[in-house]
Nanobody, 124 residues
Framework: VQLVESGGGLVQAGGSLSLSCTASGRAFSGYAMGWFRQAPGKERMFVASANWNGGSTLYADSVKGRFTISRDTAKNTVILQMNSLKPEDTAFYYC??????????????????WGQGTQVTVSS
């Protein structure tokens, strides 16, 4: 499966951004999906994930109550809605997928496919 992220950009603290990840190549509904982020010089960190049908979601403590992950199966898309953004949310954001009807998953090692990423910059 191929993953393509979009929607990154520059926003002021307190603002919102919506990231999209569009999947192609295989049946999207059979995949658990996740979002990760990586700041310069740091490891790739878990942000949010959803199981194969979106019925179960998981969030990093740092984004709980601010970010929401959802999936639109008809459009083969998973969306990360980010509200109340903080400068520490600045990072390169990656979409990930794994063929599984379990999940959601929070570990980098559990995902098989990755997008190229999109930059999110939050100014103070």
């Amino acid at each position: 499966v191929q993953l393509v992220e979009s929607g990154g950009g520059l926003v002021q603290a307190g603002g919102s951004l919506s990231l999209s990840c569009t999947a192609s190549g295989r049946a999207f509904s059979g995949y658990a999906m996740g979002w990760f982020r990586q700041a310069p010089g740091k490891e790739r960190m878990f942000v949010a994930s959803a199981n194969w049908n979106g019925g179960s979601t998981l969030y990093a403590d740092s984004v709980k109550g601010r970010f929401t992950i959802s999936r639109d199966t008809a459009k083969n898309t998973v969306i990360l809605q980010m509200n109340s953004l903080k400068p520490e949310d600045t990072a390169f954001y990656y979409c990930a997928a794994v063929l599984s009807t379990n999940g959601p998953y929070s570990s980098v090692k559990e995902y098989e496919y990755w997008g190229q990423g999109t930059q999110v910059t939050v100014s103070s």
